[in-house]
């Protein structure tokens, strides 16, 4: 079992940036992506980026890519989700997740280990 630990979450107001952390608890053949996903109250959950851990390549919806970034950290045992100039409609528990392949379309039914999220609230 993988267990992933989302951090960073908070309120901010529009305009503002946070930086979102996802620790995975091992590296596993079929934990090889890790992905972002957001989920807003009444929403459907809709992924936002995603990394390769092994030559960290990273995918993005292409609402999300001019201002948000995916990295990860040497160890690639932690996964970030830098989010800048963030709007009211950012507001929704984000969440990471894995699974074994990262594809252009980040879709949920592709992971497999998920975290509880972290909570982000954007005001005018």
């Known amino acids: 079992q993988v267990q992933l630990v989302e951090s960073g979450g908070g309120s901010v107001q529009a305009g503002e940036s946070l930086k979102l952390s996802c620790v995975v608890s091992?590296?596993?053949?079929?934990?090889?992506?890790v992905a972002w996903f957001r989920q807003a109250p009444g929403k459907e959950r809709e992924g936002v980026a995603a990394?390769?851990?092994?030559?960290?390549?990273?995918y993005y919806t292409d609402a999300m890519k001019d201002r948000f970034s995916c990295s990860q950290d040497d160890t690639k045992s932690t996964i970030f989700l830098q989010m800048d100039n963030l709007k009211p409609e950012d507001t929704a528990s984000y969440f990471c997740?894995?699974?074994?392949?990262?594809?252009?379309?980040?879709?949920?039914?592709?992971?497999?280990?998920w975290g509880q999220g972290t909570q982000v609230t954007v005001s005018v």
């Open positions: 990394i390769r851990r092994g030559n960290g390549a990273t």
């Open positions: 997740a894995t699974g074994p392949y990262c594809y252009p379309v980040i879709q949920k039914e592709d992971f497999r280990f």
């Open positions: 091992k590296w596993r053949p079929d934990s090889n992506c």
